[in-house]
């Protein structure tokens, strides 16, 4: 049951950062020409 979790954790989490970088391949510009970089990733992977 241990390992079973371990690599359902491992597999969820590789999904979750691999999904939101190919969602957020084209950068975030904001009004003012600046790019949101990766604050934007880790915000848009923890909420």
């Given at each position: ?34 790019d949101g970089g990766y604050i934007i990733l880790g915000n848009f992977v923890?909420?």
């Amino acid at each position: 049951v241990f390992w079973f979790w371990i690599i359902n954790a491992l597999v969820h989490s590789s999904l979750l950062y691999w999904l939101s970088l190919l969602a957020l391949q084209h950068d975030v510009i904001w009004s003012n020409g600046r790019d949101g970089g990766y604050i934007i990733l880790g915000n848009f992977v923890y909420t």
